[in-house]
Each structure stands twice: as structure tokens, then as C-alpha cells.
């Protein structure tokens, strides 16, 4: 397997894996495997996850967009949480690990292209998100009333009145109630329920309005 071969072949995708690669050479996949992993210690490519590639900068005609790969690294996922709510513009501190959910076993990636925490959730707790399309791709992305219960659901702890103001919660009119209030019943969590009371509270003290 040459080099130029496997660009001519792949470098029109974002991102490849050693599946695909087996189905376009006929050699060995020990033999295969040796190679990628020749090429990433030189610098060639990437190495997203195991048997997970891209191609180096200079050799990638199609860039990777991160939240694409965040979809991709492991599934079924979707962004959601803290990554979300500053995505969202309703917290105005800067956020550097992609969150995401799974109805998998929580897992964390570390790469080229950040870090990558995936939160396991129950099965009937996995909705609210749909398709966008961020820098000409498509992502899966939660709506930012489920980027929130997730993410009040997912971190431990009581959250009082104050624990909320210390995130800095902003524009909340990106927040629609009713759809916030309809998601949180399906959580059935007494928890949950005290903490949207607090966050009514908190936009009520703070001057600022929810949509409708």
C-alpha cells in the first residue's frame, strides 16, 4: 500500500477507518495495520481513536469540523451539556472539552482535535436534538432546553439559586419554557423539578424573560 495510493483513494473524506481501508487494498491487515500505524508516527496521519484516521494537515483535502468527529468518534451521540449552553450563548465562559451524550457506556477521547466526553443516559432520556448545519456540515445537536436538563441531570449535586448564578446565565430567551417544561416531565425526576423552580426564579431576579 503506498502512500500516494491512499491519498488518491481517501483524502476527499474528512476522516477514514481501517475498515475501509482493508476493502480498497488487497493485502493482509496485519500488513495494513503495520503501515497506518508507520504513517502516524510519521506525521502523515491522525490518529482520532483506534483504527480511526484522518490525514495530516498538508494531505487533507476535506477539512475535519470537530463536531462533526464528535458525532462520529462514538455513537449513537449527540452534543449536548455545557458544550452547548456556551454554543447556545447562554454562558459566557468558554468551553474546551465537547460534550456529548450516549446511550453507551461513558467514554473520553483524547486527539489532535480536543477532548471528546461522552455522558451515558438512559435510553428513554435520549431525544430533544436534531440535525444543524454548522460550517457546511451537518451536526447532531442538542436543542438548548435538553443541552440543559442534560446537563443539570448529568452533574451531581443539589442546585440551589446561587449555584445557578455562578454560571452566569445569559440571553435566556433562547430558552422556550413550555418545550423545557414538556422535556422535564419526561424525566419524572423530583430533582429536576426543584431545580427548573430555581430557574424560574433565577430569570425572575436577574431581569430577564424566557420565550414562550
Not at 94 to 102: A, E, G, L, N, P
Not at 121 to 137: E, H, N, P, V, W
Not at 188 to 210: A, D
Request: proline share 4%; glycine share 4%.
Amino acid at each position: 500500500m503506498k502512500y500516494s495510493d491512499l491519498i488518491e483513494k481517501l483524502n476527499i473524506l474528512p476522516m477514514f477507518d481501517m475498515a475501509t481501508v482493508l476493502q480498497l487494498f488487497d493485502e493482509k491487515p496485519q500488513s495494513i495495520k503495520t503501515q497506518l500505524y508507520r504513517l502516524v508516527k510519521s506525521g502523515k496521519l491522525v490518529a482520532l481513536k483506534r483504527e480511526l484516521y484522518t490525514f495530516a494537515a498538508p494531505y487533507r483535502q476535506t477539512e475535519l469540523n470537530p463536531l462533526v468527529l464528535a458525532n462520529q468518534l462514538y455513537g449513537p451521540s449527540y452534543l449536548s451539556g455545557l458544550w452547548c449552553l456556551n454554543f447556545y450563548g447562554l454562558i459566557p465562559e468558554q468551553v474546551h472539552i465537547y460534550s456529548s451524550v450516549t446511550t453507551r457506556t461513558t467514554r473520553q477521547f483524547n486527539n489532535a482535535f480536543g477532548r471528546f466526553y461522552y455522558h451515558h443516559i438512559k435510553a428513554d432520556l435520549f431525544f430533544g436534538y436534531s440535525r444543524q448545519t454548522i460550517q457546511d456540515q451537518e451536526v447532531w445537536l442538542a436543542t438548548p432546553e435538553k443541552a440543559l436538563l442534560d446537563y443539570f441531570y448529568l452533574t451531581s449535586g443539589e442546585w440551589s439559586l446561587g449555584r445557578l448564578e455562578s454560571l452566569r446565565f445569559q440571553q435566556l430567551n433562547t430558552i422556550k419554557t413550555e418545550r423545557l417544561k414538556n422535556y422535564l416531565d419526561q424525566y419524572k425526576s423530583p430533582r429536576l423539578e426543584s431545580i427548573f423552580k430555581h430557574w424560574l426564579s433565577y430569570g425572575q431576579k436577574n431581569n430577564q424573560e424566557y420565550a414562550s
